[in-house]
């Protein structure tokens, strides 16, 4: 199975700072990638697809980079909303598999 | 708008199976796309378990396999899954889930439903 390292595991920051969640994949994963966001109580929400694609109705501070082995998935502007967990996901490979997340919190 | 909702038991006794149902509501699930369980153990730990496609295959992690059946009811609009013999570690928040091929991602899930494994 290909392995998703996330980091970091949390991160806390200021209400309008620019965050970056990272993914390494074990193998090159060629773009095939998505960024999922997870709040409190809720079921994960689609945010990005192959590394750099908004999903429909996702705000426009959230951008997705990267390729090969290593991915990026930034948040401009930090709002009060995005508290949430973030999750990456490999497709390029059966089975699926997710990095272990990153918890983001409010400073 | 399209709505996935699982239902089933919240407690599983040790060595006897987890079986969860999927209703699926705003599309039909054979028309098109992969409809997918997903599980989400303490500690964040995701877990993609397998999944019916529109056409009626099926495809399981192989971490899984001799454990796991996915079916489904057409006339229903809904999939299942079943879990056999299950452990304490099966314990998790299981989601169903559209696997869209498209965007290679998930793009419609369930709530979820928390399933504790105990005697």
């Known amino acids: 199975d290909i392995q998703m390292t996330q980091s970091p595991a949390s991160l806390s920051a200021s209400l309008g700072e620019t965050v970056t969640i990272e993914c390494l994949a074990s193998e090159d994963i060629y773009s095939n990638l998505a960024w999922y966001q997870q709040k409190p109580g809720k079921s994960p929400q689609l945010l990005i697809y192959?590394?750099?694609s908004l999903n429909d109705g996702v705000p426009s501070r959230f951008s997705g980079s990267g390729s090969g082995t290593q991915y990026s998935l930034k948040i401009n502007s930090l709002q009060s909303e995005d508290v949430s967990i973030y999750f990456c996901?490999?497709?390029?490979?059966?089975?699926?598999?997710f990095g272990a997340g990153t918890k983001l919190e409010l400073k | 708008e399209i709505q996935l909702q699982e239902s089933g038991p919240g407690l599983v006794k040790p060595s006897q199976s987890l079986s969860l149902t999927c209703s699926v509501t705003?599309?039909?699930?054979?028309?098109?796309?992969?409809w997918s369980w997903i599980r989400k153990f303490p500690g964040n730990k995701m877990e993609w378990m397998g999944y019916i496609s529109y056409s009626g295959s099926t495809n399981y992690n192989p971490s899984l396999k001799s454990r796991i059946s996915i079916t489904r009811d057409t006339s229903k609009n809904q999939f299942f899954l079943q879990l056999n013999s299950v452990t304490t570690e099966d314990t998790a928040t299981y989601y169903c889930?559209?696997?869209?091929?498209?965007?290679?991602?998930?793009?419609?899930w369930g709530q979820g439903v928390m399933v504790t494994v105990s005697s």
């Open positions: 705003g599309y039909t699930i054979t028309s098109g796309y992969d």
């Open positions: 192959y590394a750099n």
């Open positions: 996901q490999q497709n390029y490979d059966s089975p699926n598999t």
């Open positions: 889930a559209r696997y869209n091929v498209y965007y290679g991602s998930f793009d419609y």
